[in-house]
């Protein structure tokens, strides 16, 4: 079957850096995604890997490894504004989007 | 603002009622989807559109019903649903969705609740 699994919460501190981790298990692989979803609004994206290694977008980084299906999301220098839920979602080979749970990240002073 | 908007954004329905979900999106996209977003659950992609051709359809009970008339409109239609369909309906839209590189912009999202 298919199954992508994130941690259900994170705290960390402002200012500090924290990765949220992600393991997936699709048909086929297309790519993994990030998305970030503040309480009551859209989710919007934020990252696409279909290649190991990392990238790094501003304060935020996302990396992959598709040996071991696995994926994670590095923020630093975190801002109270990070405080969301982060849903990581991989693309299967017929190119639908097979999502985790999300991972609730809270940020404290 | 994202390109995609939704109404309404709160509906409260008893089983008996109809109603409907609107969505739009004003981003030149091809393909529009509707996913259901459960409290603590990953999202369920419901349907796909593609050029206002119907391309995905996992197995979602009939109460709903989905309408493209164009590349820019969703609907979803609602009928006798039960309590369990209470949640967040996200409409969503791509450039191309056979494409690997595409992402999806998303609405905020109509909260549904079943009384």
């Known amino acids: 079957g298919q199954n992508i699994d994130q941690p259900t919460e994170m705290t960390a501190t402002e200012g500090a850096i924290v990765q949220i981790n992600c393991t997936y298990q699709t048909s086929g692989f297309n790519g993994l995604f990030w998305y970030q979803q503040h309480a009551g609004e859209a989710p919007t994206f934020l990252s696409y890997?279909?290649l190991d290694g990392l990238e790094e977008k501003g304060r935020f980084s996302s990396f992959l490894s598709r040996s071991k299906g696995y994926s994670y999301l590095l923020l630093k220098e975190l801002q109270m504004k990070d405080s969301a839920s982060y849903l990581c979602a991989s693309m299967d080979s017929n190119y639908q989007l097979i999502w985790g749970a999300g991972t609730k990240l809270i940020i404290k002073p | 603002e994202t390109g995609v908007t939704q109404t309404p954004r709160h509906l409260v329905m008893g089983m008996t009622n109809k109603k409907s979900l609107k969505c739009e999106q004003h981003?030149?996209?091809?393909?529009m989807y509707w996913y259901k977003q459960s409290a603590k659950k990953p999202l369920e992609l419901m349907f796909v559109y593609n050029f206002k051709e119907q391309t995905e359809n996992n197995s979602v009970p009939s109460r709903f019903s989905p309408e493209c008339p164009n590349s820019s409109h969703l609907f979803l239609h609602l009928h006798t649903l039960q309590p369990e369909d209470s949640a967040l309906y996200l409409c969503?839209?791509?450039?191309?969705?056979?494409?690997?590189?595409?992402?999806?912009?998303f609405g905020p999202g109509t909260r549904l609740t079943v009384t």
């Open positions: 981003l030149g996209h091809n393909a």
């Open positions: 969503a839209s791509s450039q191309d969705p056979g494409s690997p590189t595409y992402e999806q912009y």
């Open positions: 890997n279909v």
